[in-house]
């Protein structure tokens, strides 16, 4: 079987960002084999892939042996809402220590080329604005968010260590805050806290000042990135930013939700979820431009639009 023919893993396939990569290389005509336990992920992301020929579920934890052969593998798996840090804190280490080094593995059993997420929280508390590749970050290694930070930290430091013992085929994603259609709606973060909140007519709750400002980056954007640092011949080895550039602050973006959602209930203050919540994140995506011919091209307002259609749709 040539590598084009064995299917595509994708770990982490039944969360927000896999079930929505899952139909896009469907849609390509790919072999899916989607991989989860459910520990952030939702059954109903991927219940009407089930039935299709090209798909099949594995319902398993990423660090116990997968026993398939894929040609591809995109490995997400890791809870990611900062509301579920500390509660699993055990589970977050261990999916991106043990877990990533087992799919690395599974890559050099199986010839694969294997894409990592990570994520902009390498960054820390930047004190570099925008932030590129190159910046090594500012991470305190014992705070409330230290076990998802640096979890992906040793999940970079992993999948380099094989790139340059095995000669790996291995590509790093560093995602930037990215939203849209199957978020749990309950997932604690912050687009679909406000989306949930102004639907109910309620007041969104802003933590702290509201003045921390994020990049919101829809998820067709993100999954097309995805698609491109595959499929480049060039990126072994490689890190890419993926984001979009714009910044806003928390604050705007209520005041955006209530505006598009028609919510009078405005805003009410809480206090930090934690102490080291990142006052201020921005990619730098030039590499991804330059290397990738990618940036995200869908504006927030349209993306909050979309999101919106589609939480009103479920109910
Ligand atoms: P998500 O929680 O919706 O999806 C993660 C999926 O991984 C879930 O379906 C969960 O059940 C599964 N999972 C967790 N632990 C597992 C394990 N041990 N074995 C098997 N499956 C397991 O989160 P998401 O937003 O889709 O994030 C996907 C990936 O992208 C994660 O690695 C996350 O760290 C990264 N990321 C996301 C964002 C974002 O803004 N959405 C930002 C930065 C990085
Ligand atoms: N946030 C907020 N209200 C909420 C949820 C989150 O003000 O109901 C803030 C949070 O403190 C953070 C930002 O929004 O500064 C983004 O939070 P999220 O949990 O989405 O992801 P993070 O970027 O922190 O990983």
Redesign the pocket.
Known sequence: MSKSDKPVLITGGAGFIGSNLCRRLLAAGKQVVCLDNFLSGQRENIAELEGEAAFRFIEQDVVDEVEITPGEIYHLASP????DFEELALEIARVNSQGTMNMLELARRSGARILVAST??IYGEPLEHPQKESYFGNVNSRGPRAPYDEGKRFAEAVSMAYYRKYGLDVRLVRIF?TYGPRMRADD????T??IT?ALAGKP?????K?D?T?SFCYVDDLVEGFLRVMDNQQAAGEVFNLGNEGEYS?RE??EMVNKLIGNKAGTRD?P??HED??TR?CPDASKAKELLAWQAAVPLEEGLKRTIEWFKSIG
């Open positions: 990611a809402s900062p509301k902009s929280e805050n604690g973060r912050v687009v806290n406000f909140q969104l709750t802003l933590y702290g509201g921390q994020r928390v973006l209520a809480l930090l979820l919540d990142p994140r």
